[in-house]
């Protein structure tokens, strides 16, 4: 249960506090924006990036992109201190440091991105980077898996954006996300809406552990307890979330829309609360309640009122405080204590009086008791919802009740019991975030007009374009959402009584449950299986079925451009002289010869006998340098095959092999039908030209098949090269592996 801690040593001077020091400078300078965005300024950088197909890496700093910013910087730095601090000592520690700070600038180029090409580049950089994150202890297998896991998982979501963001490019004629929100009409009214929607909405669902994806982000509390605290509770998993948020101006408000986020939200939600009481192990649980928030702002993203919007965007400041404040809180007692698993570990509050306050206040913030900034977002949360939406509101929030009694009174509380002798509060490194998080909660709870004026309202105004529709207050009398509120309490108490006995019945039922992650389980199964039959049909070790696999394929895509084109040649006219039929003569007599002859020196001889005579073709018709390139080309296959050919036992008499005739008459009569249509197709000079007016003042150089080969190919001409070398070096190798097994 216990994070992975390697004996090796490393480095523990200040070097690992710099990317903490960053992260804080980072945190201020966006702060200073604080002001302006509140007022409505929304400043940009914009550099242009592929012109001709008018991207940009286009960067905008809003409401939405702004408190996403504060987070990951200032989230980051107290997570960077954490890290530096838990690891410390640990020869891990600096590339750790150094993956944490690509991740964080990758989740800010992802917030503060205005084009949707620069957004999806980050967006695959955080599933990389996370990818990383996750497995970082990889000696371990369960790491491993749960690192391939949210890799397969979010990479295939990002791939449907991809094709999601390319197609509203296609659409609005550009790639502004900014433009994209403002012509929001445009895409609701248009025909590919439904499969727009589609395509973006699974990119968000898989990145924010959305039902049926929901799994994959308690699998990764493998990753260490400050990256868990970063990835999976402040940043990474609320990447979903924020691009709902962003692209709701544009897609959202339509009864799709409603009839998916919503229900898809609740149910994930409901479902994580259910496996959140179920669980022992404090990370694992709290992983369990942060599907239960993302499902939560999904859902209110989804009901896409005005009030609704304010309250997933409140709820997803509450979040990230008490979240991160909590996993640090547990990676303090897994330190002091020696376990994370609560019925190992209680009493604690008077060894451990830091560890218990920090954790009694952000508990206090994710049960949303006063006076905390949770109390603020739950009131808001009821005033934004109606009917089944809050019902499944109050449910979830009443298991969040018995959750954050768990993590802050069953370690803490009772006869005192530990894996380790002397529990004690951990150093200054591991206290003092969680601390200022837990602290903020409390601030921002008494407060809550700073925060609604500096944020909330800027990020509501981001996602609706309009004000923010209620103010936060602490206390706005009683009325229906404060007595909902005390039916959450009420009924998260009721839970939290009896959660020893529903945690049996849960486990003892758990067997004849379905596997919510079945389906990945069985895809990943179906893939390794096709592999192997298709490899075991393929890679037989036999090189005449790898040539006749190859050909064959390669005959059956020249035959199907020539079918579906509609490209077969027209007769041409032409006179055909005597030297014509003599170049005709000399290469059907080599083919002949290849094909009766029984020794292979001969065949190879023969076949470059072909080469020559193709080569005269293109010298009559004027291609020197290409006929120049095919004659050498011929000469040294000739010689490096002899070469080789004269290591090999003698050859047998020929036989006649219909498969392989039928194989080469098809791809020789479709590579001569594909080669007759493009000369009988009209020429359009166009690219001729081109190659004519650029090649001396922009390549310098006047011949211009070598220029087109060495500069406006030039990695076409460097790949190419780079396939013969390693042909040749697998060649030596074959050879050599031949006379050691002769031997």
């Known amino acids: 249960m216990a994070d992975n801690h390697p004996s090796a040593t490393g480095d523990a001077g200040p070097w690992r506090l710099i990317p903490a020091i960053l992260a804080a400078l980072g945190t201020l300078w966006f702060a200073r924006f604080l002001g302006p965005v509140a007022h409505g300024e929304t400043p940009e950088l914009v550099v242009p990036w592929v012109p001709s197909l008018g991207i940009e890496a286009a960067f905008r700093l809003d409401g939405l992109a702004l408190a996403f910013a504060l987070l990951i910087c200032g989230i980051g730095a107290i997570c960077f201190l954490y890290a530096a601090t838990y690891f410390r000592g640990d020869a891990r520690l600096g590339s750790l440091l150094v993956i944490l700070v690509a991740f964080a600038i990758s989740m800010l180029g992802l917030v503060t991105a205005d084009d949707a090409v620069t957004l999806f580049v980050f967006w695959e950089a955080t599933t990389i980077t996370s990818w990383l994150l996750v497995g970082f202890d990889h000696e371990r297998p369960a790491a491993r898996a749960a690192a391939l896991q949210a890799l397969l998982i979010t990479g295939a979501g990002g791939l449907a954006l991809l094709a999601g963001l390319l197609l509203m490019g296609g659409v609005a004629g550009g790639y502004r996300l900014s433009a994209m929100n403002a012509a929001g009409d445009l895409f609701r009214d248009h025909a590919l809406y439904p499969a727009i929607f589609a395509l973006v909405i699974l990119g968000c669902f898989t990145k924010s552990a959305q039902f049926p994806f929901q799994f994959w982000l308690p699998g990764a509390m493998a990753a260490p307890t400050p990256v868990s605290a970063y990835l999976h509770s402040a940043t ?153 939406v809050t019902v499944a509101a109050l ?75 209620v103010e936060l207050e602490l206390w706005h009398g009683i009325n229906a959402a404060f007595l909902l509120s005390l039916a959450t309490f009420a009924l998260g108490g009721l839970l939290y009584a009896n959660l020893d006995r529903l945690r049996d019945a849960l486990a003892a039922a758990e067997p004849r449950l379905p596997r919510t992650e079945g389906w990945y389980d069985a895809a990943l199964a179906g893939c390794l299986a096709f592999a192997t039959s298709l490899t075991g049909a393929v890679q037989n070790g036999r090189m005449t079925s790898y040539l006749r696999t190859t050909f064959l394929l390669f005959a059956a895509l020249i035959w199907g451009a020539l079918v579906i084109g509609g490209a077969m040649p027209r007769p041409m006219a032409g006179a055909t002289s005597l030297v014509d039929w003599a170049v005709l003569a000399l290469i059907c007599a080599s083919i002949v010869a290849v094909l009766r002859t029984s020794s292979r020196l001969t065949a190879i001889c023969a076949l470059g006998g072909v080469g020559a005579g193709i080569a005269i073709i293109f010298v009559l018709y004027g291609a020197i340098d290409v006929a120049m390139t095919q004659l050498f080309v011929e000469v040294l296959v000739v010689v490096f095959l002899a070469i080789a050919m004269a290591r090999l036992p003698r050859m047998g008499p020929p036989r006649f092999h219909a498969g392989n005739a039928a194989v080469a008459i098809l791809l020789g009569l479709g590579v001569t ?26 390549a310098l150089g006047h011949n211009i098949v070598n220029v087109i080969l060495v500069d406006f190919r030039g990695f076409d001409t460097m790949g190419e090269i780079s396939v013969i070398v390693i042909a040749g070096v697998a060649a030596i190798a074959a050879l050599r592996a031949g006379r050691r097994a002769a031997k």
């Open 236 to 388: 990474m998993v609320k990447a979903g979330v924020y691009l709902m948020a962003r692209l709701s101006p544009s897609l959202g408000g339509t009864e799709l829309w409603i009839s998916v986020l919503t229900p898809v939200g609740g149910f994930t939600m409901l479902l994580a609360s259910i496996w959140a009481v179920r669980q022992t192990d404090m990370k694992l649980l709290l992983a369990y309640t942060t599907v239960m928030a993302l499902g939560l702002m999904t859902m209110l993203l989804g009901t896409s009122t005005p009030v609704a919007v304010a309250a997933a965007m409140t709820f997803l400041l509450v979040h990230a405080f008490y979240k991160a404040a909590l996993f640090l809180a547990v990676g303090m007692i897994e330190k002091g204590a020696g376990s994370r698993d609560y019925p190992a570990v209680g009493g604690l509050a008077g060894a451990m009086p830091l560890t218990a306050a920090v954790a009694g206040l952000a508990a206090l913030s994710m049960a949303g008791f006063p006076p905390m900034f949770g109390f603020v977002g739950k009131e808001v949360i009821y005033q934004g919802t109606t009917g089944a």
């Open 395 to 469: 449910l979830a929030n009443a298991a969040m009740v018995a959750c954050a009694a768990v993590v802050t009174l069953r370690p803490f509380l009772g006869r005192r019991t530990s894996p380790r002798a002397q529990p004690a509060d951990p150093g200054w490194g591991l206290w003092l975030g969680p601390s200022a998080l837990a602290a903020l909660g409390l601030a921002f709870g008494l407060f809550p007009g700073v925060i609604g004026h500096a944020l909330v309202a800027p990020m509501t105004r981001a996602v609706t374009g309009g004000p923010m529709p």
């Open 673 to 698: 039908l594909s080669a007759l249509a493009v000369l009988s197709t009209p020429l359009d000079p166009f690219m001729s030209r081109f190659f004519e007016e650029k090649s001396a003042p922009v």
